[in-house]
């Protein structure tokens, strides 16, 4: 993933105002190892029902504000929706995002079973051993990155439809 700036987070919001965007807290953006995400995901220390995600759509940074479910999961496993890895249930959370532009503004959401930390990209480079007749490690990780991206844009087009 190409980096992003203070300025690209904050100017990308497609589902927050100017105010909001200038009050989100951004992570350490320096400690980011961007080669090796396909998305900047993180929650609001402050808020913890808040979160965040950015990257780059079409050529141009995007950015969503996220809201976290206060009820969850218990027991059993849960599979997020963008890196499609099952988990014990208490490590995946329903987050919303209210929609861009005119349907936001009249309230309407959409909604997803994301990974809790919003971590995807880092759990999805747990290569897996290999075995004789399969494929390498890195042609795992490299599938399961582009099947990554490719959830994240249709979620992501779901918050930007009818915008």
Same mark, same amino acid.
């Given at each position: 993933?190409? $980096?992003?700036? %203070?300025a690209?987070?904050?100017?990308?919001? &497609?589902?927050?105002d100017p105010?909001? *965007?200038?009050?989100? $807290?951004?992570? #350490?953006?320096?400690?980011?190892?961007?080669?090796?995400?396909?998305?900047? =995901?993180?929650?609001?220390? =402050? @808020? $913890?029902?808040? !979160?965040?995600?950015?990257?780059?759509? %079409?050529?141009?940074?995007? =950015?969503? &504000?996220?809201?976290? @479910?206060?009820v969850?999961?218990?027991? !059993?496993?849960?599979?997020?929706?963008?890196?499609?890895? $099952?988990?014990?249930?208490?490590?995946? /959370?329903?987050? /919303?995002?209210?929609?861009?532009?005119? *349907? #936001?503004?009249?309230?309407?959401?959409? #909604?997803?079973?994301?990974?809790?930390?919003? *971590?995807?990209s880092?759990?999805?480079?747990?290569a897996?051993?290999?075995?004789?007749?399969?494929?390498?490690?890195?042609?795992?990780? *490299?599938?399961?990155?582009?099947?990554?991206?490719?959830?994240?844009d249709?979620?992501? =087009?779901?918050?930007?439809?009818?915008?």
């Open positions: 993933m190409k $980096p992003l700036t %203070d690209d987070i904050r100017e990308s919001l &497609v589902n927050a105010a909001e *965007a200038q009050r989100m $807290p951004l992570p #350490g953006l320096h400690e980011v190892l961007w080669a090796e995400r396909e998305y900047l =995901g993180w929650r609001d220390p =402050g @808020s $913890p029902q808040r !979160g965040y995600l950015a990257y780059w759509r %079409d050529g141009r940074p995007v =950015g969503v &504000v996220l809201r976290a @479910s206060e969850r999961l218990q027991t !059993g496993s849960a599979i997020c929706s963008l890196c499609n890895t $099952p988990q014990p249930a208490g490590q995946v /959370t329903m987050f /919303t995002a209210q929609r861009a532009g005119r *349907a #936001g503004e009249r309230g309407d959401s959409v #909604g997803t079973y994301i990974c809790s930390d919003l *971590a995807c880092l759990l999805i480079r747990i897996p051993p290999q075995y004789e007749m399969q494929p390498s490690p890195d042609e795992v990780v *490299a599938k399961r990155a582009s099947r990554l991206a490719e959830r994240l249709v979620f992501v =087009g779901r918050v930007l439809e009818d915008a």
